[in-house]
């Protein structure tokens, strides 16, 4: 049985197409997947990410618990209700899951993992924090609504009457009578995630839709999150891939040397030896969309497609794909038999709405 | 509710099939798969003069989410492909009966095209 978060009925009498995902039921698509698309980048959408897990670390052992447990550094973020991002890695460098960290007071910080990797989450912190004095909270009381989008702010500021919430730099938060809010997202354009009790959670999407925040379902967040170069986690990356292969380099803090997190030893042998691989972006032209899995082959060897689709901000096929750390930035897909010629480049594809400068045409 | 037109037939796998006055079979998807489907941004369609069989997978379209595969309602030779579509593949979510059709086949036994579904029967076929 899959379980359904608080605003299941919202999503059902919008007449959504629900799916399965992570043992959840979520909404794939209200209408047109495009439209939910164009609705972010131009204007505002929100997402139900109510099936994301918070997970609250609390006790004075906290903070030193998170710089063993996380590679990224939690003493990088100073401010209460400031925000990191990182990976959870396992002694060997793979990546457990990737995951926000937030700084709520000196001795409470606040983690958002993802669903698809709760259970295995929450058995690796608890064990990995047994030796601290810090207690493990998962909070399945909160519900969580991502709005995204250039008008997103306006819309959050007016709907709770928080003027604060314009002001936030990004990466910061703040706490709002039973709301969290925070300037994050997956999705590349400006916006908020709003962190609030499960029983006011409908009301508050109610009121977003009135607003003519456009609801958005699970596949325009995957192309959003495709076209503004941000991985998926069991996609992109994955317990067998390391940060550094992951374009995930920027989240590993090696500085101060003397902080021993976990995974620490296998990553500097990795970057002493060289990194084989780097995860890059893909573009193509007409003649089809490439998906995971599909074969990329390079002038240094072969690679695999990640992630792959239709940029509808592009209007054409984009893709993450592994390749070998030497190949050029010419390369070919192979689909369906055939054979796409497919360009390299740099991640984002796309930035604040618009294709990055320097894609090729 | 799907629009189901009556003078169409329809295969289980959802391609509809329209019986030309030339003799030739038009085919398309039905207006509930490209619902299903979703927008769709990408269609690669048979050659021209490619023979494809009943059943088997000769088309593919695309959402931005995933590829489909169409199969051949009849057995024949392509005629012709609906080559607007390759600049403007949402044409099959908006007119699916009509300018969003995808080729031509001539017919290789012509009373082939009487085993696919009616309407009655395709409209019970999408309700299970």
Redesign the interface.
Same mark, same amino acid.
Request: aromatic share 6%; charged share 25%.
């Given at each position: 049985m899959s379980q359904k978060t608080t605003l299941y009925d919202e999503h059902v009498e919008a007449g959504a197409r629900m799916v399965e995902f992570a043992g959840w039921q979520l909404p794939?698509?209200y209408g047109?997947?495009?439209e939910e698309?164009h609705a972010v980048r131009r204007r505002a959408g929100m997402f139900d990410v109510s099936h994301m897990t918070v997970v609250d670390i609390e006790g004075a052992g906290a903070r030193e618990g998170l710089r063993r447990l996380l590679a990224n550094d939690v003493d990088k973020i100073r401010e209460r209700g400031q925000a990191i991002y990182g990976c959870m890695l396992d002694e060997s460098g793979g990546i457990i899951d990737d995951l926000i960290t937030y700084r709520l007071e000196d001795d409470f910080y606040r983690m958002v993992v993802n669903a698809a990797t709760r259970a295995g989450d929450l058995e690796w912190i608890a064990r990995q924090l047994a030796d601290f004095d810090a207690r493990v909270t998962e909070r399945d009381d909160l519900a969580m609504i991502a709005v995204q989008g250039p008008q997103a702010i306006d819309h959050v500021v007016e709907l709770l009457g928080a003027p604060d919430v314009a002001s936030l730099k990004p990466f910061r938060s703040l706490v709002h009578g039973d709301f969290f809010v925070a300037r994050t997202g997956y999705t590349g354009e400006d916006g908020c995630e709003i962190i609030l009790p499960d029983g006011m959670a409908p009301e508050t999407w109610r009121k977003l839709v009135e607003r003519g925040v456009v609801p958005c379902g699970l596949?325009a967040r995957?192309?959003l999150r495709l076209e503004a170069g941000l991985n998926l986690y069991g996609q992109d990356m994955d317990r067998e891939t390391t940060p550094l292969e992951s374009n995930l380099a920027w989240t590993v803090a090696f500085e101060p040397v003397d902080r021993d997190f976990i995974g620490r030893q296998a990553l500097e042998k990795q970057k002493s030896e060289g990194v084989s691989r780097k995860l890059v972006g893909l573009v193509l032209g007409?003649g089809?969309?490439p998906?995971q899995g599909a074969r990329v082959v390079t002038d240094a060897g072969d690679g695999v497609v990640t992630s792959g689709?239709?940029s509808?901000t592009l209007e054409r096929?984009v893709a993450m794909a592994r390749i070998p750390q030497a190949a050029g930035d010419e390369a070919i897909v192979e689909l369906?038999g055939r054979e796409l010629p497919a360009q390299a480049v740099k991640l984002p594809f796309v930035r604040n709405g618009k294709p990055r400068e320097g894609l090729p045409s | 509710m799907s629009n189901i037109p009556s003078e169409l037939r329809f295969a289980e796998t959802h391609e509809w099939a329209e019986l030309l006055e030339d003799g030739a079979v038009r085919v398309g998807v039905s207006d509930h798969a490209q619902e299903q489907l979703?927008?769709l941004?990408?269609v690669?369609l048979p050659e021209q003069g490619e023979t494809i069989t009943r059943g088997e997978a000769c088309a593919?379209v695309?959402?931005?989410? @995933? @590829?489909s595969d169409i199969y051949a309602p009849i057995t024949g030779e392509v005629v012709s492909v609906n080559e607007a579509l390759?600049d403007s593949p949402e044409t099959v979510n908006n007119d699916p009966y009509g300018d969003g059709w995808l080729f031509t086949v001539k017919p290789g036994d012509d009373n082939e095209i009487d085993e696919l579904m009616d309407a009655d029967a395709y409209g019970e076929h999408i309700e299970e």
């Open positions: 794939i698509r047109s997947l495009v698309h596949g995957d192309s007409a089809g969309i998906r689709g239709f509808p096929p369906r | 979703g927008d941004v990408f690669e593919v695309e959402s931005v989410k @995933a @590829a390759n």
